[in-house]
């Protein structure tokens, strides 16, 4: 059964800073998806960025980007300039490719992330 | 227009009790889900529809039952309510055939169960 895990349950940036939040997962799958949720206080939860295992480049969306090490099943999330709104629960997710188990997200336990004014 | 729905957002409840959670999506996708999110933040899949098809069912107690009326309408049902079935729970959706696709979650719906 695969697992992911995030062992920041707390971490805190100073506005216009970067941070990078760590997320691992174990499985034995060569092919899958990972991704970033962002949960603000209204719950909703929000894609934030999403990396193909089978893909090399590691994923950038504006000023989120990932580290995606297959080999070491690794997969942390960059913000750069930070901003307020960026204060929020973010969740590591896996997904994998099997059809029987399609859209099943498998996620991590959740970093909480504090912006400093 | 809200993507994914859901209804009550809210819902305080006494143990024993049965009530119901519904969710519609208006983005045309063909796969539904549940997703429980308990009192530590912890998120867990309970249920996938493709189709009004049950696809997956995470061994989520029989108290539970999801109904799936057509392809936009995935909702809830829950018997004889627990103490432990406070959480809050996400209705959800995608495009099904790609494991990568997009799947958008409803704004959740909070259970408390006294």
């Known amino acids: 059964a695969q697992t992911v895990t995030q062992s920041q349950p707390e971490m805190s940036v100073q506005e216009a800073e970067t941070v990078t939040l760590s997320c691992t997962y174990d499985?034995?799958?060569?092919?899958?998806?990972l991704f970033w949720y962002k949960q603000p206080p209204s719950r909703q939860m929000i894609l934030v960025i999403r990396?193909?295992?089978?893909?090399?480049q590691n994923a950038t969306e504006n000023r989120f980007s990932v580290n995606f090490q297959k080999a070491a099943k690794s997969f942390s999330l960059k913000i750069s300039d930070s901003q307020l709104g960026d204060a929020a629960m973010y969740f590591c997710?896996?997904?994998?490719?099997?059809?029987?188990?399609?859209?099943?997200?498998?996620f991590g336990q959740g970093t909480t992330l504090q912006v400093k004014p | 227009d809200t993507a994914v729905s859901q209804t009550p957002k809210y819902l305080v409840t006494q143990m024993g009790n049965d009530k119901s959670i519904k969710c519609e999506q208006n983005?045309?996708?063909?796969?539904m889900y549940w997703y429980k999110q308990d009192s530590k933040k912890f998120l867990k899949i309970m249920f996938s529809?493709?189709?009004?098809?049950?696809?997956i069912n995470e061994t989520v107690p029989n108290r539970f039952s999801p109904k799936s009326p057509d392809k936009a309408h995935l909702n809830l049902h829950i018997n004889s309510l627990e103490l432990g079935d406070s959480a809050v729970y996400f209705c959800?959706?995608?495009?099904?055939?790609?494991?990568?696709?997009?799947?958008?979650f409803g704004e959740g719906s909070w259970l408390t169960v006294v």
């Open positions: 997710a896996y997904s994998s490719t099997r059809s029987s188990n399609t859209g099943k997200l498998i």
């Open positions: 983005l045309g996708h063909d796969t």
């Open positions: 529809y493709n189709n009004k098809e049950l696809i």
């Open positions: 959800a959706s995608s495009i099904a055939g790609r494991a990568g696709n997009t799947i958008y």
């Open positions: 499985t034995s799958e060569s092919d899958y998806y």
């Open positions: 990396q193909e295992a089978y893909k090399q």
